[in-house]
């Protein structure tokens, strides 16, 4: 069993546009222009009830941002890095892997690759249910020893809300 240390919740909503959205679309100044606004024939040919997401927002803030909250979240529980046997980052795509770590690096977060477990290539992205399945597949994958600690950290780039998890393997 784990048991749950601490969890920590971050958001930067008041800070940025919105990244993920549906049932409009995005002005050229970031905010959102309402399905309401449209008319029915837009609606359909402008797709505006379709999952929409900024990219090159994302691309900008996804990985600064989370590693911040990491740092600020280790730093509030007194956590050094080097106490962290398993990282589970929920990553969208492999794409990220690399960056991540390079942002985790720049904020003194040296959690070598070898302690990170992902299962992506297996699994694919599925989005909320990812975290779950990575702690599953750890939970049975025979490795895990009384006393470990796991760190988890789960994006939601919707409104670039990050949650984190420190839990020990009992």
Not at 14 to 34: F, I, Q, T, V
Not at 41 to 66: A, C, R, T
Not at 124 to 141: K, P, R, T
């Amino acid at each position: 069993s784990l048991k749950i240390e601490w969890m920590e919740a971050y958001s930067f909503a008041h800070e940025l546009e919105a990244c993920m959205y549906a049932g409009g679309d995005k002005r050229e100044d970031g905010s959102l222009k309402p399905w309401q606004d449209y008319t029915p024939q837009e609606w359909l040919d402008e797709s505006v009830f379709s999952v929409k997401q900024d990219v090159k927002l994302l691309d900008k803030y996804i990985l600064e941002k989370g590693s911040d909250c990491t740092r600020e979240a280790l730093n509030k529980h007194g956590v050094d890095y080097r106490e962290i046997d398993y990282l589970l980052p929920h990553v969208s795509s492999n794409f990220f892997v690399d960056r991540f770590y390079n942002t985790l690096l720049e904020r003194n977060i040296d959690i070598p690759k070898d302690k990170w477990f992902m299962n992506l290539s297996r699994v694919g992205n599925v989005g909320a249910a990812s975290i779950y399945l990575m702690v599953e597949e750890l939970m049975n994958s025979g490795k895990l020893k009384q006393g470990e600690k796991i760190l988890l950290i789960v994006p939601e780039s919707g409104r670039f809300t990050y949650a984190l998890a420190y839990l020990t393997v009992c």
